[in-house]
Each structure stands twice: as C-alpha cells, then as structure tokens.
C-alpha cells in the first residue's frame, strides 16, 4: 500500500543552519504531495504542496521539490529560525475508490538553537 | 470563520466505557476527515466523509468505533468498550471539494483510557 518515509528526529541545529529534512514514498498511481507542520501548542497546519512531478512547493522559505524519479520530497530551508522549531509531516494524498486519502509519515521533530 | 474546533479537548475515561467526540468543520468544506495520532507518530486515517457520506472505513476503525456525519455538517466520533490501546489523540480536518485539496485540522481530543 502507499506509505511515507521521513528521517527520524530529532533535528538540532543552531539558528542560520541550512535544514534538510528527507522523505520518499510508495504510491501507486500519481499522489499530491504535502508538508504539514505542528508548532508546539498548536494543530498541524500545510506548509507547502506539490500535485505533480517537476512542481516545488515553497512558502515561509521553506522549499520541496516533487521528484517522481526518486520517490522524493525533500524539505529544505536556507536558514532556520528558532521560530521554526515544530514537528514536521510530510504525507501523500492519492485518490483512490472512495475519494482521497492522506498518508502521514512519523514526523521529524526540529529543534533550533540560537 | 473560526475554524474547524473539536469538542471536548480532553477525555479521560474508564476502561469499558463509551465516548464520544465532536468535530465541527469549516462550515463550507465537503469533506471531513477523522485521524488518530499517538506519541512519535503521524496521524493515521481512520474515515473520511463527502457530505452525509462515509466513504471509506480504514481496517484501523474496528466494530467498537463508529463515525457520522447527518446532516453533512457535524461529525461524530464514537468508541463503545474503551480499551487502553485507544488512548491516543483523536484529530478531525475538513477540506473543500476541490480535487486533493489541503486540509484544515482541528485542534484534537486527547482520550485517555484507565
């Protein structure tokens, strides 16, 4: 069945640090991909999404690209900020016969130091 | 609009006895959806309803456990014969029918079961 796989956390990294977070996934068929993210306190909340093979996703510096030859899509960010300390999901949502369904991976929890 | 809210926000419950949570969407989203997240993991679909219709059961939802949605507004999430293993947060999202759209998520019911 479909799944999702993220590097295990967590992640320390001191403020400014480049972040790379990894996720690959199975999928039958062509699944939209996600990045949700979980600040302490709060719901989780989407990041950034791609739909298709060759789209990235971008929003609060965050980048993903949708590599459909790799099964990948990697999160990356070119400074962290300790504001950006949260849970990060990465997950799919493919349709399937009775709608659309989202796969969640096990979260990467990211802390920032300043 | 305040967004999709849950109800209660905590639940602690004796081993054998029945809950039910609550799940208000976003009042002009289609589609709802119920997840359950335990500590370290990502949330894991449970069922998803288009309108009044549950469209699909995950094998996760076990004869205890039953969702609905009557008048396609409100959902309700209820576990008879509580066990320890179903300790665990409860999230509802909502999203538009708008092919694989982002979803919205509530803030979640945490159950516990003694």
């Known amino acids: 069945g479909d799944s999702v796989t993220q590097m295990e956390g967590p992640v320390t990294l001191s403020e400014e640090a480049f972040l790379t977070i990894n996720c690959t996934y199975t999928?039958?068929?062509?699944?939209?991909l996600f990045w949700y993210v979980q600040y302490p306190g709060e719901g989780l909340q989407l990041l950034l999404k791609?739909?298709?093979?060759?789209d990235k996703g971008s929003n609060k510096g965050f980048e993903a690209t949708y590599r459909k030859e790799t099964t990948s899509f990697h999160l990356e960010k070119g400074s962290v900020q300790v504001s950006d300390s949260a849970v990060y999901f990465c997950a799919l949502s493919a349709k399937n016969t009775g709608g659309f369904k989202t796969i969640f991976g096990a979260g990467t929890r990211l802390f920032v130091k300043a | 609009d305040t967004g999709v809210s849950q109800d209660p926000r905590h639940k602690i419950t004796k081993r054998g006895q029945n809950v039910t949570f609550r799940c208000d969407p976003i009042s002009e989203h289609n589609r709802l959806y119920w997840y359950r997240q335990t500590l370290g993991q990502g949330p894991e679909f449970l069922t998803y309803?288009?309108?009044?219709?549950?469209?699909?059961k995950s094998r996760l939802l076990s004869d205890r456990f039953s969702a609905e949605r009557p008048k396609g507004s409100f959902s309700t999430l209820e576990i008879q014969r509580t066990e320890q293993g179903d300790s665990a947060m409860y999230l509802c999202?909502?999203?538009?029918?708008?092919?694989?759209?982002?979803?919205?998520f509530g803030p979640g019911t945490r159950l516990t079961v003694t």
């Open positions: 309803f288009q309108n009044e219709a549950q469209l699909e």
């Open positions: 999928a039958t068929g062509y699944p939209s």
């Open positions: 999202a909502s999203s538009p029918s708008l092919g694989e759209s982002e979803q919205y």
């Open positions: 791609a739909t298709k093979a060759d």
